[in-house]
Structure formats: structure tokens, C-alpha cells
């Protein structure tokens, strides 16, 4: 058995099919030995299952350095049919907690025009399906039990013989462990290093967060790029959407900080115009006063010399502005602060959940399905 194929969901197997029956017609008494091996050209000349592989999407024979076939009878009529094939068999594949799946891939092989009436396929008692020693996968594991079953077919023609088996492989998720999990995982605890760098650093934080956004985002491209386009959501789907949110908040957070720790200049601006303003409305109160002192006369006939001038405004004394700067400073590193503590956690705990989800509780269901 060769690699499965996520994309194509199909996989390749080179197998050695061999069929036995017994055709009366075939048994001899004449010659003393027990068996007649026989050229496979002779294969034309004898009746034969019409067997195919229902779930096959490709297939060739091997003629290397000759045919690669065996035909033997033996004295009471029994004929042995061998043949190595190579074949690309369909396999539905469920990649809902990918990379951490189990996946049943089957064979089944069915007869293409005789009913069970005719002909009737049956698995041999002991050792029907051997697999060579030593198999290796790169990705899964095969597991030693195979399930040897029935699946006869109903047709509009009638009914007709099946049978099937069942390999179950368990993924091996080293290569993504290293090549996705631990990347993505690098890369998230590296935007947090934003956290500890001064605020008033901004092209050494925007920039940190804008790499990590935008290594994040290709991490997540490349791993999809290996897989087939599905509906649903698999695991590493979740992975890569968390860690994307994780680098993505971290960039935000410092837009908050810097927001928050910029309110001192704001609030001195606010004050400063109210001041300007108010500077304005005095020099017109006191224009408007003198006029009118000019004007009207009072009772006994004297005019008013002097308006009475309006309130001057609370100036900010230089001591005030760096007590509000150092409030607002002090809550931007707040934020900080509690980031270094907030993030780290809130990734924990993720973590802790994930996995126990895929590999524990879902790695269960799928083994007792």
C-alpha cells in the first residue's frame, strides 16, 4: 500500500489477486501429478470470474519481464488464479480532526454480470488478506486487524455477490507538529514580546504585529494548500484561526495603548482652547463695558472709569500637567501589564481544551465507531 491521497481521497495498493473455484469439467485422473500449472494464455479457453473492483478509479496489470499471471488445476477440478495488480481505489475520507484522524479505507470486489444465483463470492477461512512485513507509511499507521465483510449489491438487474475489506490507518502527526503546530505556536508567544517594548516605540511594535499578522496568515494559507477544499471545519482550521486571533489581538492591544496613553494630550488640548476661548470672551466684555461707560451717565452725573473685569481661568500649572500625563501614562501601562498575564493564559487555556478535545475525546469516538 502506497500514501492516501487527501486531495483525490484515493490511494494506491499493488496486490497479488488470487481466486480459486472448482469447475468439474477441468478434473483429471490421467496424469500422476497433483496439479498442472498451465500458460495464462490457456486463461481464454477456461471459464473464469467475472470479478472487478468496485471501488477502483485505476488500474494496470504487470507484464515485467512476462505476464504476471498463474494458472494452476489441480486433479479434482479446483482452478488457482493469480494475478499482481496494481490499483487506485477511492477512499472517503473524514477530515474533521485532521491531522489527528483515524480513516477506513475499503476494497471491495463484486461480480460484474453474474447474479447470485450463478456465483457466489466467499473470503478463504484462514489468511484471506495478508499484509507484506515490514509495511511503512509515511504519514499513518496500519493497524494489524482487518475487517472482512459482505457488502452484496441490489441492482434493477438483480442481485450481485460482494465482498469487502476494511484497513483502518491512524494519521501520524509528526510532520504537522513540526511544520505547522510549533511555527504557529513560535509565532503567537512572538507577538507578545510587543508587550514588554516601551509604548512610546511605536514603529518597533506596529511592526512586530504587522510581521507576525502576516506570517500567521501564510502559515494558514500553506496549510490548507495540501488539503481538499471541504465544508466543514477541521482541527487544524481551529489551530490556525485561534493563533491568527491571538497575533491579530496583540496588534490591537497596543492601538489601545497608545489611544489610552495619548488621552493627557487631548485633555491639554481641550484645555487650551477652552482658555483661548475664554480670553476672547473676556476682551469683548470689557470692550463692550467701556463703551457703555461712555454713553450713559449715571444719576448724579458722573460715568463709570473702570468695567468690572471678568474672572480669570484656572491656569494648569506645570506640576498638574505632569500628574494627568503620568494618570494616563499609568493606565496605558495598566493595560500592559495585564496583557502579559492575559494573553499567555488565555492561550493556555485554549490549549488545554483543544487537545483534549481532539485527541482524547474525539480519538475515542472515532475508535469506537
Not at 488470487?18 to 497433483?34: F, G, I, M
Not at 479446483?78 to 490499483?87: D, G, K, P, Q
Request: aromatic share 12%; proline share 5%.
Amino acid at each position: 500500500m502506497h500514501e492516501l491521497d487527501p486531495i483525490s481521497k484515493d490511494y494506491r495498493v499493488n496486490i497479488f489477486l488470487r481466486q480459486k473455484w472448482n469447475d468439474p469439467r477441468l478434473a483429471y485422473s490421467k496424469y500422476p501429478d497433483s496439479s498442472l500449472d498451465l500458460d495464462p494464455s490457456m486463461l481464454d479457453s477456461i471459464w473464469k470470474p467475472d470479478l472487478f473492483f468496485a471501488n477502483e478509479k485505476g488500474a494496470n496489470f504487470h507484464d515485467v519481464t512476462t505476464d504476471n499471471k498463474l494458472l494452476r488445476i489441480f486433479k479434482d477440478g479446483t482452478v488457482l488464479y493469480s494475478i499482481r495488480l496494481t490499483l487506485i481505489l477511492s477512499c472517503p475520507m473524514d477530515l474533521k480532526n485532521f491531522p489527528m484522524d483515524s480513516q477506513t479505507c475499503t476494497m471491495q470486489l463484486e461480480s460484474f454480470g453474474y447474479t447470485m444465483n450463478d456465483l457466489v463470492f466467499e473470503w478463504l477461512e484462514n489468511g484471506a488478506v495478508q499484509v507484506s512485513e515490514g509495511l511503512t507509511l509515511p504519514q499513518f499507521i496500519m493497524r494489524e486487524e482487518k475487517e472482512l465483510g459482505y457488502c452484496t449489491k441490489h441492482y434493477n438487474t438483480g442481485k450481485f455477490t460482494c465482498i469487502e475489506v476494511k484497513f483502518h490507518l491512524e494519521r501520524q502527526m509528526g510532520y504537522y507538529l513540526i511544520q505547522m503546530y510549533i511555527p504557529s505556536l513560535l509565532i503567537v508567544i512572538l507577538s507578545w514580546v510587543s508587550f514588554w517594548i516601551n509604548m512610546d516605540a511605536a514603529p518597533a511594535r506596529v511592526a512586530l504585529g504587522i510581521t507576525t499578522v502576516l506570517t500567521m496568515t501564510t502559515q494558514s494559507s500553506g496549510s490548507r494548500a495540501s488539503l481538499p477544499k471541504v465544508s466543514y471545519v477541521k482541527a487544524i482550521d481551529i489551530w490556525m484561526a485561534v493563533c491568527l486571533l491571538f497575533v491579530f489581538a496583540a496588534l490591537l492591544e497596543y492601538a489601545g495603548v497608545n489611544f489610552v496613553s495619548r488621552q493627557q494630550k487631548e485633555f491639554l488640548r481641550l484645555r487650551r482652547r477652552q482658555r483661548r476661548n475664554h480670553k476672547e470672551e473676556e476682551g469683548r466684555f470689557n470692550l463692550a463695558g467701556y463703551n457703555m461707560s461712555q454713553c450713559m451717565p449715571t444719576k448724579d452725573g458722573s460715568a463709570v472709569k473702570n468695567a468690572v473685569p471678568a474672572p480669570n481661568p484656572q491656569r494648569s500649572t506645570p506640576k498638574d500637567i505632569d500628574a494627568m500625563r503620568k494618570k494616563f501614562v499609568d493606565r496605558a501601562k495598566r493595560i500592559d501589564t495585564i496583557s502579559r498575564a492575559a494573553f499567555p493564559l488565555a492561550f493556555l487555556i485554549f490549549n488545554v481544551f483543544y487537545w483534549i478535545t481532539y485527541k482524547i475525546i474525539r480519538h475515542e469516538d472515532v475508535h469506537k465507531q
